[in-house]
T-cell receptor
């Protein structure tokens, strides 16, 4: 079974530029999550999708972050404009269904560095 | 905030059992205990989860106390590749995983 795919693996941009990350979840997984992991901390949930609808985006800084999952499969997370404090690893995870107590499976993330 | 407390670091000799403790004294009746680990430069890897009963799979065993206020993850024969940060997470009906800072396990030869 193929895992969660993310690209790119690394990205370096200057502050105030924009950046986008892509995620392809495990086939058949209805629920998709984006997490932010700052160095030395555990991952923090940014947004959660069930199919193509948003379940929870309470922790997403909506003035600069946006995410979509238009066809209920792949997802993109965008930051515009980036700030220095956005330097982090952005992780995508997927699970079979919302609130099913099925485990979330993570990709290896995109490491973002802001200069 | 994370609902669990874990020691920041532990050591274990290769080939020995690694026993990682976790306190979750405020856990509710319908909340599961999940364990993940994160090896350097990789995403978190699911290990095991349980509600009340002890659980075992090919990776580890999970022992949950009868009052469910604490649990222990057991890696029966630790190898160098088990060196990682281990996260104990209480997952409720909101479906969220709220990560703490975990336990950094160092397996030495």
């Amino acid at each position: 079974e193929a895992g969660v795919a993310q690209s790119p693996r690394y990205k370096i941009i200057e502050k105030r530029q924009s950046v986008a990350f892509w995620c392809n979840p495990i086939s058949g997984h209805a629920t998709l999550y984006w997490y932010q992991q700052i160095l030395g901390q555990g991952p923090k949930l940014l947004i959660q999708f069930q199919n193509n609808g948003v379940v929870d985006d309470s922790q997403l800084p909506k003035d600069r972050f946006s995410a979509e999952r238009l066809k209920g499969v792949d997802s993109t997370l965008k930051i515009q404009p980036a700030k220095l404090e956005d330097s982090a690893v952005y992780l995508c995870a997927s699970s079979l269904a919302y609130d099913s107590n099925q485990p979330q499976h993570f990709g290896d993330g995109t490491r973002l560095s802001i200069l | 905030d994370a609902k669990t407390t874990q020691p920041p670091s532990m050591d274990c000799a290769e080939g020995r059992a690694a026993n990682l403790p976790c306190n979750h004294s405020t856990i509710s009746g319908n909340e599961y205990v999940y364990w993940y680990r994160q090896i350097h430069s990789q995403g978190p890897q699911y290990i095991i989860h349980g509600l009340k009963n002890n659980e075992t799979n090919e990776m580890a065993s999970l022992i949950i106390t009868e009052d469910r206020k604490s649990s222990t993850l057991i890696l029966p024969h630790a190898t160098l590749r088990d060196t990682a940060v281990y996260y104990c997470i209480v997952r409720g009906d909101t479906d969220k995983l709220i990560f703490g800072t975990g336990t950094r396990l160092q397996v030495f030869p």
